[in-house]
């Protein structure tokens, strides 16, 4: 079986801090170097000096030569004492701190791993082993490290010679397992100690790393692709929306443009809802801490919590962080009977979260999050159904948007190991778990059973999409819970007229109207579908002469319910056209003499730059159809 | 000219602490007793006695009696030493308080007035008048009280004999210029002496007066009826809305029926807007400081505001108490041309506003007001067409709810006397205050000028209007705004190229929906023109036969876009009659055989009670013209 990625990401991060020690000299302190989702990074402290970027390509290459040198990742442990010592030799602070963090959890044996370079390699100068065939070993005058199989003793400032870090691994054997044309350094970014904006900050050297080159080429291809359609950037250009300082960071302000998306996705949803027996309701934005002890989030998310405060009331309370304890309130205010089950709520509401300014991006990591929520409440007996009724809005959601493609769904279920980490009786968790099952396969969807994944209240369906550039989301999901409804004492009449306590099921579609807003400019690079276009088209006559023609194209087009705008501005037809296009407008209509005389106008594609003449009429009617169908 | 009805009600009040005096007792001891709206009330400390509500009776006897004896009100002024010698000779610990205020003010007189009652009236006994032409005169021990013209001399306790309040008027001449049918005493409440919870309660009388018998009738008939009607009994019975404590107070939760009437509220002002060139916006429910400082809501409604801090983050924010301040920054992030103008936001967004929790009450006096928001960026010479274009909307829009008999609307402008109150230069004030005059005369607008009425950053329209049971409620509003496009520094580019700050004119046409929504409960009565109504047809079968005719009747009307239901209950016909009804059902259609035969259904009016029989057909189409014409 060959190694996970992960395992070669964890190897480069060493790989690169005895690179970049060769480079920049022994004085380097490292601090953590973890694997990441397209690499890894380590956080480094250099002191005085600074890592300049183009120092970058020195340690890149550095690193391709310790590969090629196919040395050898070896595990060794000490005692924590000894482990103390051996790190305070090497001058490794950072490290230092971090066994001090694991021998106050009680661990007593600390992980070390040694590269073992061959020694041919001037770089490795120094190194000299003891033959000795049972064991490895470094010493220096205070101590004396056994490494088992085999043995040597330096003499040699380790931090210059061998490289050796603290960690548990898992590791390549060899270097030269890695292809060196598979990974690259990426960019540098500063750090915190610890996160921690008190401590000092380190230079964080991010690199990148792939199965193999033509990985490694695509991904960068995409994330240049990405440059090109930030959301940020585009929201500005085709202004959709706005951050305020004076407002504040991840509160952004959607502009008109902008809306007009936001609204078309709005409708759209509730158009796949109203008549699937969905109710809308409306909740405040904020709530006494007693509704967030009951459900349980002032427990589990207090932090991430907008407390608010009444000036004239002296009162408290809290920012909504989720809907779902306000829809509670309005089932229980409600005397239900089996025959009114399962009961559906509806709200695409604003839910605030708090997270730390520097976090905050675009429209992608926002605090005020529009969920487009939706709570059921129903018997055990009826999830499937259900399930099966939101897995057809998603689809139905997600062909519309051209996300289908490539889609897979986590079925999230228990960790059978660990069977005290979840709420509610196995059996109910057994019908629940199975109900989503029955309801994947009911539906045909691409689904893998991931055990652990299950939150504590229930199991779920989680639903990856990956977007016109191959970057993957996840965005819908549907949760079963038998937490809140207990923790509310929910219940209705069954046919005995006993109280029985629903189930309830959380499901949002788009999952926040802000992120999906955001994924969708970048997955559409700023030229949407029709229905959702801001400006679907704009007239530009070629002269003043045709102004007024131009003028009856447009009341044509508008009494169609087209959102279309006529230039009738004095810049030159070329400028015209390039503004045209700098606004992602659908539909461009030039209309001169030709047009004027045979009642026509001529129609250029922005996105496909097709250009065709047409009858007014036949444009309008193609444009209704481009609409109505949400054509892509 | 007849005196204000104001001066009555202010005399009755005098009238009743004689009257409850000579009922309870020298001990009672005065607070304040002024004219409100509907009659007048008198706080008043009765020591360790308890008023019983019956006596009230007693109380409202002495009262007619006082006016048939038609006693003169006579004014008088003493210094601030000889006032407080009196007051306390007196006894009224409260005036002496309130003396002690006045003088503070440098008030340098205090005036009186003193009912100066027929002697023959054994209620009056005690009494002595001395004979001089010139004055009255009252005198004790150590003081004299000289009144113009007539003087008297007592040996009495003044506060049982005839009747002296320190008030300054204006009264009636003679108690008996008051009709003695056209008021009565009405409840007792209690109240704290200042409206400080630290004070002493005192009990607060309330009286009606009106004037005439009829009219005070009249609004008598008018509260019976605000009772049957009140929307937070009829909002819990038609499952409209609910309150929940683990919420809070004033924070409504909207019930999936209420929702329905909302959104078709919304739906329909955003289709009066659309096409009168409105966008819409959307912006987050809070904001840091900085812009209510900038916006100026921070410094004048700090007390009202909600202030939010991020547990993660640990930045400060406020609530939005209004919606303006986040539409200047939208418009602040655009560079607008003079093309551009009028620019028009809409957006129906929920602010947040802290009352004290005892004056919060269902609907109509809540925390979070969802306005149905506009902000309006033009130039001076726009505001006349835009006015008249947005009353427009307002005329519309209160037509459809059966409001436009009785409105008026006050054209609130400055007042002349005090300049200084007002920001911005003459010739801009002149020119708006013109063009909302000229807006209301094109409009035919029952306006009324109120000087004074102006808000200090520019001059309104305030459109008032009448329910079905007569009580005027203050609803729409456009008000003009020199001031925050100024302290936001807001521009346009004019056809110069050059700067100009655009006037900002905010409007609301419902005002805020969760009041308007409280309002039209009680105007309708709960039973809703069929546009609004949750439940617009219920189809009761008159027997298990029929169950199947009525599914047919029931998918035909859904599939007319109807809100029905099929009662299939095992309930009998009378309690299923009786169960639409008290839902307020529109339609209750009955099916029975001669029904299923003629393929027709027996259709009855909830509110005219009228009685049909129709084909399906021809019902449902009616149902849609009614609907579409929003019938009331």
Not at 94 to 104: Q, T
Not at 116 to 132: I, M, T, V
């Amino acid at each position: 079986m060959p190694l996970p990625l992960s395992t070669r990401r964890h190897s480069l991060s060493h790989i690169m801090a005895q690179a970049t020690r060769m480079v920049m000299g022994a004085d380097a302190r490292l601090a953590i170097g973890p694997d990441i989702d397209t690499g890894w990074y380590y956080d480094i402290d250099f002191g005085d000096t600074t890592l300049e970027e183009a120092k970058l390509r020195d340690i890149e290459k550095k690193m391709r030569s310790i590969v090629r040198d196919g040395q050898e990742y070896r595990q060794f442990s000490l005692s924590v004492a000894d482990a103390k010592a051996f790190t305070k030799a090497l001058g490794e602070d950072y490290k230092l701190e971090m066994i001090e963090d694991l021998s106050a959890k009680w661990e007593t044996v600390i992980s070390f791993f040694a590269n073992l370079g061959k020694f041919q390699n001037p770089d490795y100068a120094g190194f000299e082993f003891l033959d000795n065939p049972d064991s490895y070993c470094i010493e220096n005058a205070e101590w004396m490290v056994v490494i088992p199989e085999k043995q040597w003793k330096t003499d040699f400032d380790f931090r210059t010679s061998t490289f050796i870090d603290m960690c548990q691994g898992p590791h390549v054997q060899f270097t030269s397992e890695i292809p060196e044309d598979s990974f690259k350094l990426d960019k540098l970014a500063g750090a915190y100690w610890r996160g921690d904006a008190k401590n000092k900050q380190l230079t964080r050297i991010y690199g990148l790393a792939f199965e193999s080159k033509t990985e490694l080429d695509a991904y960068e291809h995409m994330m240049e692709e990405a440059k090109k359609r930030d959301h940020r950037i585009l929201g500005k250009k085709l202004k959709l929306f706005t951050v305020s300082d004076m407002v504040g960071s991840g509160l952004p302000l959607i502009q008109p443009n902008g809306m007009i998306i936001r609204e078309a996705i709005k409708d759209y949803l509730w158009d796949l809802h109203k008549d699937r027996g969905y109710d809308r309701v409306c909740t405040p934005h904020l709530a006494k801490e007693e509704l967030y002890q009951t459900s349980g989030h002032a427990g589990k998310y207090l932090e991430d919590m907008f407390s608010v405060y009444g000036g004239t009331s002296k009162e408290n309370f809290f920012l909504k962080p989720m809907n779902c304890p306000h829809h509670m309130q309005i089932f229980a205010d409600n005397q239900f009977s089996y025959r009114d089950m399962p009961v559906r709520y509806f709200e695409p509401a604003t839910v605030y979260r708090d997270e730390k300014t520097g976090q905050l991006s675009g429209l992608t990591r926002v605090r005020s999050i529009t969920q487009d929520d939706g709570h059921l409440f129903c018997r055990v007996g009826q999830i499937r159904d259900e399930v099966s009724s939101i897995v057809d809005v998603i689809k139905q959601f997600y062909t519309t948007f051209g996300l289908m493609d490539g889609y897979w769904v986590s079925l999230s279920i228990r960790d059978p190991l660990t069977p005290e980490k979840y709420l509610g009786g196995d059996d109910v968790w057994e019908i629940a778990e199975q109900a989503l099952e029955e309801a994947a396969i009911a539906n045909n969807l691409n689904y893998k059973p991931m055990p652990g994944e299950a939150a504590f209240y229930g199991p779920k369906l989680d639903f990856m999409f990956k977007d016109a550039i191959g970057r993957e989301w996840q965005l819908a999901t549907i949760q079963c819970d038998f937490n809140q409804p207990a923790r509310f004492k929910l219940s209705f009449k069954n046919e005995k007229n006993e109280d029985e306590q629903p189930v309830v099921i959380h499901r949002a579609i788009s999952g926040s109207l802000e992120r999906f807003m955001g994924i969708m400019i970048e997955h559409f690079a700023g030229t949407f579908p029709l229905w959702l276009a801001p400006e679907q088209v704009r007239i530009i006559p070629v002269g003043e002469n045709f102004f007024g023609y131009a003028d009856e194209v447009y009341a044509e087009l508008r009494k169609s319910g087209l959102r279309v705008k006529f230039d009738d501005s004095t810049d030159s037809l070329g400028k015209k056209m390039r503004n045209a296009e700098i606004d992602h407008v659908n539909y461009i209509l030039v209309v001169g003499d030709a047009e004027m005389q045979a009642r026509t106008v001529a129609v250029r594609n922005y996105k496909t730059q097709d250009k065709t003449t047409e009858a007014i009429s036949d444009f309008t009617s193609r444009m209704k159809t481009e609409i109505k169908t949400k054509a892509l």
